[in-house]
């Protein structure tokens, strides 16, 4: 799949988280999607980080 076609999701949140990622976003200058998107991505390089870190380590 290119990088540009996007997989929808269907993502129930609290109204408190919400409006934690509403505000997060706001001061990124982000959409909220765009901020889930952005923490995601984030997560992703951070695991793969820590496993190439534990793999190196063995």
Do not use: C, H
């Amino acid at each position: 799949m290119a990088e540009k076609e996007k997989k929808q999701l269907l993502l129930r949140l609290s109204p408190t988280l919400w409006e934690e990622v509403s505000r997060w976003a706001e001061d990124d200058f982000r959409s909220v999607n765009g901020q889930i998107e952005y923490i995601l991505t984030e997560a992703v390089k951070k695991r793969r980080k820590v496993k190439i870190e534990e793999e190196t380590e063995k």
